[in-house]
């Protein structure tokens, strides 16, 4: 195997390790998604077609019966960044988590080892090529 794949396999699983003591429990899930007045956080780079990468960061946040995200993305780029900001609804059912935007859209997460979500396609399946597209969990915050 080459070098570089084996370094960057090894970062991988070092990343997720550490997000393993954060509270998830051992099947991924997160046993604080439920609790009402908590803000969930993740953090990830993902990889951009016309860009260099899209820094993300995820908010989940329940406020009594109210399941509601913020997402912030950074498209950075050689020419300069550009922000965008997205909020709506959030839901989980059978570890895929579906984000509703108010301006409309549906984005779709699989919640994943470590609690780790993974970008999935609209039928909840990884898109081929990127199993390893994933937000770490970046803390939670009461």
């Known amino acids: 195997m080459p070098r570089l ?3 960057a396999l090894a970062l991988l699983l070092a990343a997720l390790a550490a997000g393993c003591g954060r509270g998830q429990d051992a099947d991924g899930a997160h046993p604080d998604m439920d609790a009402a007045g908590s803000v969930l956080e993740w953090r ?3 990889p ?3 860009c260099e990468a899209i820094d ?3 908010l989940l946040e329940r406020r009594g019966d109210e399941r509601v995200y ?3 993305e950074v498209y950075v780029a050689v020419d300069g960044d550009m922000s965008f900001e997205e909020s709506g609804r959030w839901s989980l059912d059978d ?3 579906d984000l509703e935007a108010a301006g ?3 984005r779709r997460y699989g919640l994943v080892q470590g609690g780790a979500l993974q970008v999935r396609d609209p039928r909840g399946r990884t898109y081929p090529g990127r199993e390893h597209d994933l937000l770490l969990p970046a803390g939670h915050h009461p």
């Open 5 to 7: 794949p084996v370094i």
């Open 104 to 106: 409309g859209g549906v």
């Open 48 to 50: 951009c077609a016309d």
């Open 44 to 46: 990830g780079s993902l």
């Open 70 to 72: 913020e997402l912030m």
């Open 95 to 97: 570890g895929l988590l």
């Open 56 to 58: 993300t960061r995820l």
